[in-house]
């Protein structure tokens, strides 16, 4: 069964730093985009970045020149660097990955179950 275990939430203060990371659990063939989003309470999901195959990157206005996302394919990980946190980027967040499963298996797109992350003014 898939899973994208999902780590790295904490409680910081403003202006402090998480890295969040995310691991596709089980052997696949290809790892499509990957990426993270956010809801925080009251507010539908959002896009926060997300990385393709080829290596390029899409950030939310909001936290761009802040997040940074990358990935290592060698180990099916997605990482999101967040610096400068501010308050309002207190939310659950959550990976969403679109996998290829094997040769002949359309992709597919899954979701972890999301890693807390409190930011303190």
């Known amino acids: 069964q898939v899973q994208l275990v999902e780590s790295g939430g904490d409680l910081v203060r403003a202006g402090g730093s998480l890295r969040l990371s995310c691991e596709v659990s089980?052997?696949?063939?290809?790892?499509?985009?990957i990426g993270w989003y956010r809801q925080a309470p009251g507010k539908q999901r959002e896009l926060v970045a997300d990385i393709t195959s080829g290596g390029s990157t899409n950030y939310a206005d909001s936290v761009k020149g802040r997040f940074t996302i990358s990935r290592d394919n060698t180990i099916k990980t997605v990482y999101l660097q967040m610096n400068s946190l501010r308050p309002e980027d207190t939310a659950a967040y959550y990976c969403?990955?679109?996998?290829?499963?094997?040769?002949?298996?359309?992709?597919?797109?899954?979701w972890g179950h999301g890693t807390q992350v409190t930011v303190s003014s």
């Open positions: 089980v052997n696949i063939f290809a790892i499509d985009v």
């Open positions: 969403n990955a679109k996998l290829i499963l094997d040769r002949r298996s359309p992709p597919q797109y899954y």
